[in-house]
């Protein structure tokens, strides 16, 4: 008779352990079927891209985002290259497709207006990257 009493508690385990499961697996279920909700989308992107809408306007105009080098980055040397397409500190320029040299490429104008600071990056380490 014991051994019957234990089974039938064991049994009753069960049985309840299969109806949370269930529970949590119809819960599970319901969550995946629940709308996607995009609450925010940003991008900084070559050639002014500056939200998902400049994106698509680039795009379906064929807009090319290639422009010449920023200014405003201490990048003075890389304007003034030699004859084999280098520029002043050594480093190789853009290559055109007919192999042409080109102070010109993708660029994020305004990274120059990067708050080092809101990201908790001090000034100095700040000038050795690139934001």
């Known amino acids: 008779m014991a051994d ?3 089974l ?8 309840a352990e299969l109806h949370r499961t269930r529970q949590q697996l119809h ?3 319901s969550a995946e079927s629940e709308p996607l909700a995009i609450v925010s989308m940003s991008c900084h992107l070559p050639g002014g891209v500056l ?3 400049d994106l698509w306007q680039l795009l379906t105009d064929g807009g090319d985002a290639i422009t ?3 200014t405003d980055r201490g990048w003075g040397s890389a304007l003034s290259g030699d004859e084999d397409g280098r ?3 050594g480093r190789d320029r853009t290559r055109t497709e007919s192999g042409e040299t080109s102070a ?3 660029f994020v104008h305004d990274a120059a207006e990067f708050d080092p600071g809101f990201f908790g990056i001090n000034p100095r380490e700040a000038l ?3 934001p």
Not at 8 to 15: E, I, M, T
Request: hydrophobic share 30%; aromatic share 6%.
């Open 68 to 70: 010449s080098f920023p």
């Open 27 to 29: 819960a599970a279920e």
């Open 128 to 130: 050795a990257m690139d």
């Open 51 to 53: 939200s998902p809408d």
């Open 4 to 6: 019957e009493t234990k």
């Open 8 to 15: 039938r508690d064991y049994l009753g385990r069960v049985v």
């Open 87 to 89: 520029d002043g500190d």
């Open 104 to 106: 010109r490429g993708g």
